[in-house]
């Protein structure tokens, strides 16, 4: 499995952005799907992972009611909304793939980063 991760920036505090990460492979179905971010100086942490059909979400407790995760079965990409930014959310975004129905914490497969930006 590739991963391509798309659609970081610099934006302000209370502003929106939205991630991409575009899968190769035909088994995109069967992986759960997830993003992880690491912030200047710290350890790679989880963020938000979606289940194979999408029909179960996980949040890390800081994002959740700001960050919506979901996938696009049909274009094999996996989506983050991010909403309500704040400088905390600054980190490089990791986008991830593993064929277990619960993401690990350790997947199996990375994307590259995209660099999230907040300013104050």
């Known amino acids: 499995v590739q991963l391509q991760a798309s659609g970081g920036g610099l934006v302000q505090a209370g502003d929106s952005l939205r991630l991409s990460c575009a899968a190769s492979g035909r088994a995109f179905g069967t992986y759960s799907m997830g993003w992880f971010r690491q912030a200047p100086g710290k350890e790679r942490d989880f963020v938000a992972a979606?289940?194979?059909?999408?029909?179960?979400?996980y949040y890390t407790d800081s994002v959740r009611g700001r960050f919506t995760i979901s996938r696009d079965g049909a274009k094999n990409t996996v989506f983050l909304q991010m909403n309500s930014l704040n400088p905390e959310d600054t980190a490089v975004y990791y986008c991830?793939?593993?064929?277990?129905?619960?993401?690990?914490?350790?997947?199996?497969?990375w994307g590259q980063g995209t660099l999230v930006t907040v300013s104050s």
């Open positions: 979606i289940s194979p059909r999408g029909g179960v979400t």
């Open positions: 991830a793939a593993d064929p277990r129905s619960v993401m690990p914490t350790r997947p199996n497969y």
